[in-house]
Each structure stands twice: as structure tokens, then as C-alpha cells.
Nanobody, 116 residues
Framework: QVQLVESGGGLVQAGGSLRLSCAAS????????MGWYRQPPGKQREWVVR???????YYIDSVKGRFTISRDNAKNTVWLQMNSLKPEDTAVYYC??????????WGQGTQVTVSS
């Protein structure tokens, strides 16, 4: 089981930016996929973004052009740069990893609140 530690959430006005980080307790080379889901208040958790082992990235349509996922293999960390934030981006953001052995692990979640 891999431990994931998230940070970077907070309160920001619409149009502002936040940067989330997710640090893994093992080498990213043991990871196939890293990414984030989010759960808006009163709604189901939804997938947001992922970065594949080979570096390819995928985004939900609603964040394309505003969010950017990146990684630092040496630090076993991925980041999610969130720009032009909207009130509808308000959610708890959960980092996840899919390991090479097929297992999935989750971070503890970090709150992002965007005020209008």
C-alpha cells in the first residue's frame, strides 16, 4: 500500500489560482497512473485528471485549458496547477495512484473552495 499526502487546497476568489501537490511514499516508477478526483458538496465523486506512466495527460472537459498536471519523478510528486478557478470547481480533491500491481491508493483529500 502506498501512502499519498496531499497539500495546497484553500479558499480563493473566482479567477484565482491554486496548486495542489500529492507526494507518494514510493517511487513513481512503481506507478502506472496518478491523478485527481473531486467531490463537490452534495454530489458524487468525479474523475478530473490523470497522468500516465509515459507522460500522457488526460483532463475532464470542464477543466481543459485551466488545469495542468505535472510530475517530478525524483520527488515522487505530482502537482495540479489550477488557474481561472470557478465556483463550480469547489470540491474536495482526492489524489489517487494506480500501481503496476493493479492496486489503487487514495490521498486524504484537500478542500478547494472558490468564492464568487
Amino acid at each position: 500500500q502506498v501512502q499519498l499526502v496531499e497539500s495546497g487546497g484553500g479558499l480563493v476568489q473566482a479567477g484565482g489560482s491554486l496548486r495542489l501537490s500529492c507526494a507518494a511514499s514510493l517511487s513513481i516508477f512503481n506507478v502506472n497512473v496518478m491523478g485527481w478526483y473531486r467531490q463537490p458538496p452534495g454530489k458524487q465523486r468525479e474523475w478530473v485528471v490523470r497522468i500516465i506512466r509515459d507522460g500522457r495527460t488526460y483532463y475532464i472537459d470542464s477543466v481543459k485549458g485551466r488545469f495542468t498536471i505535472s510530475r517530478d519523478n525524483a520527488k515522487n510528486t505530482v502537482w495540479l496547477q489550477m488557474n481561472s478557478l470557478k465556483p463550480e470547481d469547489t470540491a474536495v480533491y482526492y489524489c489517487y495512484v494506480d500501481l503496476t500491481n493493479g492496486a489503487r491508493s487514495w490521498g486524504q483529500g484537500t478542500q478547494v473552495t472558490v468564492s464568487s
